[in-house]
């Protein structure tokens, strides 16, 4: 098993232009394999990055956003937090497409504490992790 530390090492391999937080680090089940990832916060210059190194061995996945208040796809500041919860498959505009609710398996939203949240569920249908935000 890795632990922590050996994911941010992965993380900065695959990235190494992005600072990686590795205080930020949440372990959970988020693509339903019933094996724990890891989702971490990382910054660049004017954007933030969210990194997610799998329980299984494959690539990891990275979602780059800018630093943009004007932005649907933007933060408003630098990242502060992961909040990881149960799967629920919906969101405020219905049902997340591709999402299936699986024992186990985990949602997350990363929120920067001054623009809406950004939601991370396991899209089954695309096999990746998909988004949405109010």
């Known amino acids: 098993m890795h632990t922590s530390s050996q994911k941010i090492a992965?993380?900065?391999?695959?990235?190494?232009?992005?600072?990686?937080?590795?205080a930020s680090a949440k372990?959970?089940?988020?693509?339903c394999d019933a094996k724990p990832d890891t989702?971490?916060?990382g910054s660049e210059k004017g954007k933030?990055?969210?990194?997610?190194?799998?329980?299984?061995?494959k690539q990891p996945q990275l979602f780059v956003f800018p630093i943009r208040r004007?932005?649907?796809?933007?933060f408003c500041v630098a990242l502060k937090k992961i909040d990881v919860m149960p799967i629920d498959c919906e969101s405020d505009g219905g049902s997340l497409p591709g999402c299936k609710v699986t024992k186990?398996?985990?949602?997350?939203?990363v929120s920067d504490g001054?623009?809406?949240?950004?939601?991370f569920y396991w899209d089954?249908?695309?096999k990746k992790l998909a988004w949405w935000r109010m």
């Open 10 to 22: 992965t993380l900065q391999q695959f990235r190494p232009s992005t600072n990686w937080n590795s």
């Open 27 to 31: 372990v959970a089940d988020v693509d």
């Open 39 to 41: 989702v971490t916060l």
């Open 48 to 57: 933030v990055v969210i990194g997610v190194v799998w329980g299984a061995h």
């Open 70 to 74: 004007d932005k649907q796809d933007g």
């Open 104 to 109: 186990g398996c985990k949602a997350f939203s």
């Open 114 to 119: 001054e623009c809406d949240p950004f939601n």
């Open 124 to 126: 089954a249908t695309q």
